[in-house]
């Protein structure tokens, strides 16, 4: 016989199992994405659920809700997301671990990847142990958020393609982005002279950051100033190839970084092929590379934060109801440092 009280346990037992998501079931504009009650996520072996308290918000996740490339959609999902949940960068409290997990228990505050077909705008979320690291107790789940992919670029395209070392003139071209905010600090950091492109209105922000000069795109071409570079991260592409060589070091390196989502079916591809086949011949290098969630990444990106040597600049917070908009203001291309969601303030 089924009770009241046996009922009120089965409900609490269903709400216990259930959480607020931000959700799109298909791909479109900002507007596909939809607040709303559906499963928490369950953990295998090696996995951890964490309780999300911040997400960051990047530019590849207005990629994904849009599913641009075309190219990329078998990995994304061909007629819709494979994971309807968007975001990648998590930060949270531990709520439980999987089998097998040894770096973390239940109540630890962590943040890292939760994965790069998403799952991160959500009160809760499925990461592996191998893509989390422990929260410097100086930051807020907001400041630790803003890291995991942006911070992991910033550090792949200066300290190990880029190879930047002291006394090295490093130019970043998009310095007041989520990427161009790291890799300003990681480049000064390294005991480079940094020079920041920006716009005017982000001059004195990138200034403060550290960087040893900065230039107003919209009154200098920084490719016409006579200056050369031993590494060069370009954010933007608003410059030719040609353009970038005539200013880079005999021996100096380019990352070119754009993410060139107005050619709907590659992207930046075609420019980075353009890259390879310009730069084949000479002592001028260009390297590529996909941002890697490993671990050793984020341990560094943590010590960097521990010792106050980087720190994240946010330029909005948003409530997880509020997602949307988020990611459409992402999509702009006109954010100053970053933008996060915030989990604990959801509405419904």
Known sequence: MITTKTRARETTSVQLA???????????????????????????????????????????????????????????????????????????????????VTRFRPGDQVFGWSGRLGGAFAEYASVAEDALVLKPAKLTFEQAAAVPMAGTVALLAVRDHGKVQAGQKVLVNGASGGIGTFAVQIAKSLGAEVTGVTSTRNVDMVRSIGADEVIDYTKVDFTRTGQRYDFILDNVANRSLADLRRVLAPKGTLVPNGGGFEHRWFASGGRLIAAKVSFAFGSQSVRTFIASSKQENLV??????????????????????????AVRYVGKGHARGKVVVSISGVTS
Do not use: C, H
């Open 18 to 100: 259930t959480m607020k998501a931000i959700v799109q079931n298909q791909y479109g504009t900002s507007e596909v994405l939809e607040l709303r009650d559906i499963a928490k996520p369950e953990i295998g072996e090696g996995e951890v659920l964490v309780r999300v308290r911040a997400a960051g918000v990047n530019p590849a996740d207005w990629a994904i809700v849009g599913g641009l490339p075309y190219i990329a959609r078998p990995l994304y999902g061909m007629g819709k997301p494979k994971n309807p949940v968007r975001g990648t960068d998590v930060a949270g409290e531990v709520e439980a671990v999987g089998a097998g």
């Open 300 to 325: 560094a990106l943590a010590k960097f934060l521990e010792a106050g040597k980087i720190a994240p600049v946010i330029d909005r917070t948003y409530l997880l109801s509020e997602a949307a908009d």
